[in-house]
């Protein structure tokens, strides 16, 4: 596939941001967000590598390419001396446990992020499935997306098995994770349903 004037943006985009952070967390000794860097870059080259045969448009790449920043920026930036993951946004739930609360930075991110997931799962999926109108795409990119969603808990558990700090929380944090994770690939899934079907 030749790569357009607007790729070739966005792989720069994505070359910019990751260089910055790459820098960045070496010179902060952040092996946590380096690992997670690491996973980045192997998740843009599959990406780019498969582009000629997932034929994803670039509204989803654009996308992908912002939840990735959001995610280095999300624990590496900090205002106040709280990470952006940690701000807390709006009280809309407080419970005993300090982890319990809604609505954090964090947690928008994690929407954002399997909302993305779900969305490019979909366009992916559309190419298989012949009845356009079908819904059955709605259902496997949501459940896709929440797999992608369990596994990123894997990678932030494997961080903090053998990192000696990591900031990932407790079970609270990653029982609040998985829910915005499930309602941001539901979200996901229904608009990549509407993007598809838009001019149809």
């Known amino acids: 596939m030749k790569l357009t004037r607007q790729h070739w943006i966005i792989i720069w985009f ?3 941001y990751v260089l910055a952070f790459g820098i960045y967390y070496t010179l902060i000794k952040d092996f946590e967000f380096l690992l997670y860097l ?3 870059i192997i998740l843009l080259f599959i990406l780019l590598k498969t582009l000629d045969r997932s034929k994803l448009d670039n509204l989803a790449l654009w996308l992908l390419s912002i939840w990735g920043l959001l995610h280095m920026v999300g624990g590496g930036v900090k205002i106040n001396g709280t990470a952006v993951y940690g701000i807390r946004l709006i009280t809309i739930f407080q419970g005993a446990v300090s982890e319990l609360y809604v609505l954090k930075m964090d947690q928008v991110i994690h929407f954002y ?3 993305v997931a779900a969305f490019v ?3 992916g999926l559309s190419r298989m499935i012949k009845d356009k109108k079908s819904k059955a ?3 496997y990119s949501w459940a896709g997306s929440m797999g992608l969603g369990a596994l990123n808990e894997v990678v932030e ?14 079970v609270y944090n990653m029982g609040l994770d998985l829910m915005f994770n499930c309602a941001g690939a539901l979200v996901g899934s229904l608009f990549g349903y509407y993007w598809i079907n838009r001019k149809k």
Request: aromatic share 24%.
């Open 14 to 16: 994505n070359v910019i």
């Open 38 to 40: 690491s996973v980045i």
């Open 113 to 115: 992020g399997f909302f």
């Open 121 to 123: 799962l979909y366009q």
């Open 137 to 139: 795409g709605i259902f």
């Open 157 to 170: 558990f494997i961080a903090l098995l053998f990192i000696t700090y990591t900031g990932v929380g407790g």
